[in-house]
């Protein structure tokens, strides 16, 4: 049986303790998006658990103190039969479909794996959902055909063809790509705009964030998860587009070389 009208109170601001009771003034808590319950009007007090051994008894006795916002101050919202949320999705990926996918590594979102060669979130690994953001980890490439001796580029104008052109080492041929080679190509001049498939499957400069940005790397393919055996591909004026993978067009393998400041070497990897 519920009681409504019943909050979680502090009883003694002093002491810290916590009581049941009508909902009035005294139940002046706040539970905040990074899961501590903090007292409204000075939040460098938080519940915690009052003694850890206690987590091996069947009681565990509360209390109010000076946040120092460990694990042992944190609280979750408990719904008996919640809506499964897939945190990844939010970062551009999918969960796995397996919740006991084996762990390959591990962020500040939560535990990652692999399915169907690709990267996957583990459902209920998820750290903190309140502020998971559509970003993850991403590392800076240059992204070069050794056949053209070329890079993929783009001259910062939205709507405008990616083009195939001398690997000129600026911002403008320089992509920040998630750390899994899975997800949205960020311009490295304007993180907003990305890698996107146009309706006619020609390649342009769009605004990132909905599925025809996201692009993920097969070997030495680029390819869409819209189109599932189609890559980018050379066309004519040096312009790029999906079209069907072909192991013998060279136009279509490209090689993720990593860039710093300190080098500008480019290298088949």
Request: hydrophobic fraction near 30%.
């Amino acid at each position: 049986m519920a009681y409504p009208d019943y909050c979680l109170q502090v009883d003694d601001e002093n002491s810290g303790s916590l009581a049941l009771g009508k909902c009035d003034d005294q139940a002046k808590l706040e539970h905040t998006d990074d899961a501590f319950f903090k007292l409204i009007g000075s939040d460098d007090k938080c519940i915690g658990i009052l003694d850890e051994n206690d987590m091996y008894n069947n009681e565990i006795e509360l209390n109010l103190n000076t946040c120092i916002e460990s694990d042992n101050e944190k609280f979750y919202v408990w719904d008996k039969q919640p809506d499964i949320i897939c945190f990844a999705e939010n970062l551009g990926y999918q969960c796995c479909s397996d919740p006991e996918t084996i762990v390959i590594t591990t962020d500040e979102y939560g535990e990652w794996g692999i399915e169907n060669n690709m990267w996957c979130g583990i459902l209920g690994s998820e750290n903190n959902i309140h502020n998971i953001t559509p970003s993850i980890k991403t590392e800076t490439y240059y992204l070069y055909n050794s056949y053209t001796n070329k890079c993929i580029h783009s001259n910062g104008v939205l709507n405008d063809n990616i083009t195939l052109n001398d690997c000129d080492y600026s911002e403008y041929s320089l992509w920040d790509v998630p750390y899994t080679h899975d997800g949205y190509f960020h311009l490295k001049f304007n993180n907003d705009h990305c890698l996107m498939l146009a309706d006619d499957l020609s390649l342009i400069l769009g605004i990132c964030g909905n599925e025809r940005t996201k692009f993920y790397r097969n070997g030495n393919y680029i390819m869409s998860p819209l189109y599932k055996n189609m890559c980018i591909t050379l066309d004519i004026n040096n312009t790029l587009v999906m079209t069907d993978c072909n192991e013998f067009d060279n136009t279509q393998l490209y090689y993720f070389n990593l860039w710093n400041e300190n080098s500008i070497e480019l290298n088949d990897n």
